[in-house]
């Protein structure tokens, strides 16, 4: 199966057998989207958050036929999901109006409930000077085009799909010990399809926790819920061939927690979009 094949197929969600159209969803999770280490079997991690977030928000659009861009996305990770089984989507529109549209969707695998999520649509509308805050420019995508990417045994295999380019990394393993821990870098989805909402979800959570930055033995811990923000639909211009510039930046760490941030720029500098993400430490 060729690279955009693979991508699809892990977005796709088809009508469940005997249910009305839309009512049931169902996902088939493959192990190239694990979240464990590629030189182990993908049942060594679990299904990969970011996919799981593009499935819950694709569910919501695709079964209650929503056409207005997504505005905000919150995905509780209830329970681990397994492979061999499929995910089961039910979504359900909370409220629809001209402007603005609510709706919720739960995800499970048999009697197990393993995610749930709600999601605001809304179309932009004309102001008459956007109050955008603008950054200067990242660094430019050729300037970083022989920069290093995410490899080697322990990366996880659903960063097998995704191209990586770091300003000034990566840092995993203590690289950031003593010093702020964020990291920057250009990414975009193997497919170099446009980058549309899915795929952003996608991108979000698609690099390490960034404290695993700034200590060398990393700990362990395990996503309880994460949002995402959409500020401005990505562009050809604002993502060229489906790149955009991502900063991932620790918040908080202790306590039992881990909180994390992640913002996505365009080229111009404009944001796309912010992800907030809770982690329960092991």
Known sequence: MTEPDLIRAAFRLTPEDGAEDGDVLAAHLSGEFSNGPISAPPEAGFP?????????????????????????????????????????????????????AYAAVEGGQGSKLTHHACAT????????????????????LDSLKDAPGISGPMAPRFSQHVDYRFEN??????????????????????????????????????LYPPVWTAFKAPPM?????LRYDVLSDPTPDSAP????????????????????????????????????QRRKLL
């Open 48 to 100: 990969f958050g970011g996919l799981l977030a593009a499935l819950c928000a694709g569910a919501m659009r695709q079964g209650l036929g929503i056409e207005a861009p997504l505005r905000s996305l919150t995905v509780q990770y209830l329970a681990a999901a397994r492979y061999g089984r499929p995910i089961h989507f039910r979504p359900r529109l909370l409220r629809g109006g001209r402007n603005v």
């Open 121 to 140: 649509y809304g179309a932009d509308g004309p102001t008459p000077e956007p109050l955008t805050p603008l950054l200067a420019p990242p660094p430019s």
């Open 169 to 206: 990394g990566p840092n995993i393993l203590g690289g950031n010990e003593g010093r702020p821990v964020v990291e920057r870098l250009w990414m975009r989805v193997k497919d170099g399809a446009p980058l549309d909402e899915l795929r952003m979800c996608y991108l979000l959570d698609a």
């Open 221 to 225: 811990m395990t996503t309880v819920d």
């Open 241 to 276: 061939d489906g790149w955009a510039f991502f900063e991932y930046r620790l918040l908080d760490h202790g306590l039992g927690w881990s909180v994390d941030e992640a913002t996505a720029w365009g080229a111009d500098g404009r944001p796309l979009a912010l992800a907030r």
